[in-house]
Each structure stands twice: as C-alpha cells, then as structure tokens.
C-alpha cells in the first residue's frame, strides 16, 4: 500500500508537498466510517482513499501527472533513453536555483516492511540524486544512496546491489529498475508494485480521436479481457450496480487494431413486454458516462481482489453524483474492496464531501500561493473543525481556502466573513 506521496520542484509544486495516506488519531461520529475507510496493516493505519479538491490551476493534475511520471520512469528508464527527456519539468518561478531539480519520492508498506524510495531529476544530467530505505533490525536505515553516478550501497541490506556491471548504469537510468532486471529481490518488489499496482486512469484524454484507430489507448482491455475470460455475467451485474441493463454483452475483435464493445438491450411493446433485442456498439451507440463506467469494471475488480491503487484525475467527469458516491462507498467497503486497494482522486464535485463517505484526513485541498506555487493540505491539518461539520457548504464558503477567487476579476466586493470564527465551526 502507498502510505506517502512527495512531490517537489516539479511544474507548479515549488517546495515539497505529501500526500499521507497514514490514518491521523481523528475518530468520526460514526464509527463505522473509521472500520470502513482504513486498513490496519501489522500496525499500521492506512487511509483507501483520498480525493483532492481545489480551484482550477491549482495543482490537481500535476500531482496526479508527477505520480504518472514517476511510474513511467520506474517502468522504462532502463529501456528507453527518452523517457527522461519530459519527467524533469522544474518549477519556472522562482529566481533562485534549486539544487534538486524533480523531487519525486513514495514510501510503500509491502509485505508489512516499509520501504521509502525516490530520487531528484536535472534537466541537463538526468538522474542527480537517488535513494532507498528499508526496515533494518530496528529502525529504518539506507539501502543505497546516489549522486549522479556515485553510488553507496549497503552491503547488509542491498547486497543484490553489488557485483553488478555499474558502468552500464546510464545518467538518465534509475538504479532501482537497473538492478531490478538483475533479479534484484527487493528492487524487483518495489519496481513490480510500482509498475503493476499504480494504475493511472486515462479517461481524462476520453474523447482522443485515437481511441479506435490504429495506435490507439484501449481503454477497455482489462474489462475486455473479463469478457474474454468468460465473466459476461459479472460485467453485466456491475454495469446493472449503475443502473445500465443489458440483456448480453460481448465482442466483436474483427477490427484487428481495436475490439468493439457489443450490448444488448432488450425492446418492449406498448405494454411493457419484452418482444425481442437489438444489439449496439457500446463506444458509438452509448455515452461518455457509460463508457467510463465500462472501462473502470476490469481495473476495479483485479484492485479490489489483489490490492493497489487506482488513480483518477477529475473522476467526476461524466458521471452522475450518485454514482460517484457509489463507487467511493465500494471501495471503503471490506466486503468488496477485500485486499484494500486505495483509490486517489481530483474533483470538483463536492456532493462527496460528507463525514459520513470521508473522513476529514481524507479530504486534500490545493491552492496557490503568494508565489504562485501549489500548496497541498488536508482538512485533517486545519484546526477547529468538527467531525460533523457540513464538510460541502463550508468549503463552498470559502472556509478551508483552495476555491478561485473571482471578485477582482468581476468588479464585485468580495463577501466579509470577518465575524466568522473559526473555532465554532
């Protein structure tokens, strides 16, 4: 499981920010929220998910595109030289240098070790620093440390390290995915989990017209391949869980670069009879939401099965607030989610902001600075909010920061909340 997520030096995040997904001490009114909504794994409290709200411009999608970055880099730095050519994209306001240019670093709890890996990119060198910590008899301690092409390895706790040919190690190649094709056990551990277990929803390029042609992103293979394995009944109840009844539902692969979705649906006569079906392709016949929904079935079944996490930027886009609210509640469901997979988001939609869906640690806000660099909170981190406040109509009136600020833009006075106290919210 991810248990923290820092990013720094990196588009609009200037200093450091994390996201935590460790539990705070916070109890909810209802219990039941708190049984819900956390894992405890040997010990420790880990939050299934986060969503991550602000105005637009405020940071959101480059926190989930770091993360995107960071994946990719772990995936591919070994094979292609290219893909660090766009990961170190420096903050561009600030007159001083940084020293450390892309922060990027996650700490993981695999196997009920914690393990806190990452590493700092520079436009003209490639891979400046890197690093990795792991669990040692007590405390936590180095595995190995970098700097550009020095390298310190601990011969106790990375020996898989050692008697490797280091002068294969490129600039612009982490050395975790290096020793990771070496059949390094630990390094293969993080890079596996890495690699398969953050999954990245695309849907936020939807409407690409590549998507059914030759190259193109098949956004719907992992529920495809349900469909290939038999599991026609079981995508036919999740889409039925939406409201979205079928009769049937199969492919059609004879388009040799993209398989089509093909429903059926069931036709009625005046009485409400059912006479017979007529058969649609899915991607053509049916909406943006639907679609959506379609692509999210195979992801969301092998999560809530083998664990990881799923991530979406702006996952309200084309669907409706009650299923939103739905998918949110099955993933903080035990009985469903059964291997804790965690769920990151960014929206806008506030019908979600309910202490009854999510904890206050749960709830992450972006906004700007002074100097125009994305700041990241949490509602956890703001004082004198209660368990049972209207998590919604406050954030909306502007008590917790992170909304677009219009008046000056508008010519209208802004609203005085100088009597508001904070305290007795």
Same mark, same amino acid.
């Given at each position: 499981?991810? +248990?923290?997520?820092?990013?720094?030096?990196?588009?609009?995040?200037?200093?450091?920010?994390?996201? =935590?997904?460790?539990?705070?001490?916070?109890?909810?009114?209802?219990?039941?929220?708190?049984?819900?909504?956390?894992? &405890?794994?040997?010990?420790?409290?880990?939050?299934?998910?986060?969503?991550?709200?602000?105005?637009?411009? *405020?940071?959101?999608?480059?926190?989930?595109?770091?993360?995107?970055?960071?994946?990719?880099?772990?995936?591919?730095?070994?094979?292609?030289?290219?893909?660090?050519?766009?990961?170190?994209?420096?903050?561009?306001?600030?007159?001083?240098?940084?020293?450390?240019?892309?922060?990027?670093?996650?700490?993981?709890?695999?196997?009920?070790?914690?393990?806190?890996?990452?590493?700092?990119?520079?436009?003209?060198?490639?891979?400046?620093?890197?690093? %990795?910590?792991?669990?040692? &008899?007590?405390?936590?301690?180095?595995?190995?440390?970098?700097?550009?092409?020095?390298?310190?390895?601990?011969?106790?706790?990375?020996?898989?390290?050692?008697?490797?040919?280091?002068?294969?190690?490129?600039? @612009?190649? +982490?050395?975790?995915?290096?020793?990771?094709?070496?059949?390094?056990?630990?390094?293969?551990?993080?890079?596996? #989990?890495?690699?398969?277990?953050?999954?990245?929803?695309?849907?936020?390029?939807?409407?690409?017209?590549?998507?059914?042609?030759?190259?193109?992103?098949?956004?719907?293979?992992?529920?495809?391949?349900?469909?290939?394995?038999?599991?026609?009944?079981?995508?036919?109840?999740? +889409?039925?869980?939406?409201?979205?009844?079928?009769?049937?539902?199969? %492919? =059609?692969?004879?388009?040799?670069?993209?398989?089509?979705?093909?429903?059926?649906?069931?036709?009625?006569?005046?009485?409400?009879?059912?006479?017979?079906?007529?058969?649609?392709?899915? %991607?053509?016949?049916?909406?943006?939401?639907?679609?959506?929904? #379609?692509?999210?079935?195979?992801?969301?079944?092998?999560?809530?099965?083998?664990?990881?996490?799923?991530? *979406?930027?702006?996952?309200?886009?084309?669907?409706?607030?009650?299923?939103?609210?739905?998918?949110?509640?099955?993933?903080?469901?035990?009985?469903?989610?059964?291997?804790?997979?965690?769920?990151?988001?960014?929206?806008?939609?506030? @019908?979600?902001?309910?202490?009854?869906? +999510?904890?206050?640690?749960?709830?992450?806000?972006?906004?700007?600075?002074?100097?125009?660099?994305?700041?990241?909170?949490?509602?956890?981190?703001?004082?004198?909010?209660?368990?049972?406040?209207?998590?919604?109509?406050?954030?909306?009136?502007?008590?917790?920061?992170?909304?677009?600020?219009?008046?000056?833009?508008?010519?209208?006075?802004?609203?005085?909340?100088?009597?508001? @106290?904070?305290?007795?919210?």
């Amino acid at each position: 499981m991810i +248990l923290e997520f820092s990013l720094g030096n990196f588009r609009s995040f200037n200093s450091i920010q994390t996201l =935590d997904f460790r539990a705070t001490g916070l109890n909810s009114l209802d219990e039941q929220v708190d049984i819900n909504n956390i894992v &405890d794994q040997n010990g420790q409290r880990v939050l299934k998910t986060i969503g991550v709200y602000g105005p637009n411009g *405020s940071g959101k999608s480059n926190l989930i595109t770091g993360l995107a970055i960071f994946r990719s880099l772990v995936r591919s730095s070994l094979e292609s030289e290219a893909v660090m050519d766009f990961a170190s994209e420096p903050f561009k306001l600030s007159g001083e240098s940084a020293e450390n240019a892309g922060f990027f670093q996650i700490q993981l709890l695999l196997d009920g070790k914690k393990y806190r890996y990452g590493f700092t990119l520079s436009p003209d060198f490639g891979v400046l620093q890197e690093w %990795l910590f792991g669990p040692a &008899d007590k405390n936590e301690t180095f595995y190995f440390k970098r700097t550009q092409q020095e390298f310190e390895i601990s011969r106790d706790w990375f020996e898989e390290g050692f008697n490797l040919p280091m002068e294969k190690v490129r600039t @612009n190649t +982490l050395f975790l995915t290096f020793v990771s094709a070496y059949d390094g056990e630990i390094a293969k551990l993080l890079r596996s #989990y890495i690699v398969n277990k953050i999954t990245i929803d695309p849907s936020h390029s939807w409407k690409s017209p590549m998507r059914k042609s030759r190259g193109g992103i098949n956004r719907n293979m992992r529920t495809n391949e349900l469909l290939k394995e038999g599991k026609n009944e079981l995508v036919l109840q999740w +889409l039925k869980e939406a409201g979205l009844n079928y009769a049937n539902i199969n %492919l =059609d692969d004879r388009n040799p670069h993209f398989e089509d979705v093909i429903v059926e649906k069931s036709v009625f006569d005046k009485d409400g009879t059912i006479i017979g079906t007529v058969t649609m392709d899915l %991607l053509e016949g049916e909406s943006d939401g639907t679609n959506k929904f #379609y692509s999210y079935i195979g992801v969301l079944y092998r999560k809530f099965s083998q664990g990881g996490i799923f991530v *979406s930027d702006e996952i309200d886009n084309n669907f409706h607030p009650s299923l939103l609210r739905r998918l949110m509640q099955l993933f903080n469901d035990p009985k469903i989610n059964m291997a804790g997979a965690q769920l990151l988001f960014t929206s806008h939609d506030t @019908n979600l902001l309910k202490p009854e869906l +999510l904890r206050r640690d749960q709830i992450y806000f972006t906004e700007k600075s002074t100097q125009d660099s994305t700041i990241l909170y949490s509602l956890a981190d703001l004082k004198g909010i209660r368990n049972n406040a209207d998590f919604a109509s406050q954030y909306l009136s502007g008590f917790y920061g992170a909304l677009p600020i219009l008046e000056s833009l508008i010519g209208l006075p802004s609203d005085d909340h100088s009597d508001i @106290n904070i305290e007795n919210i």
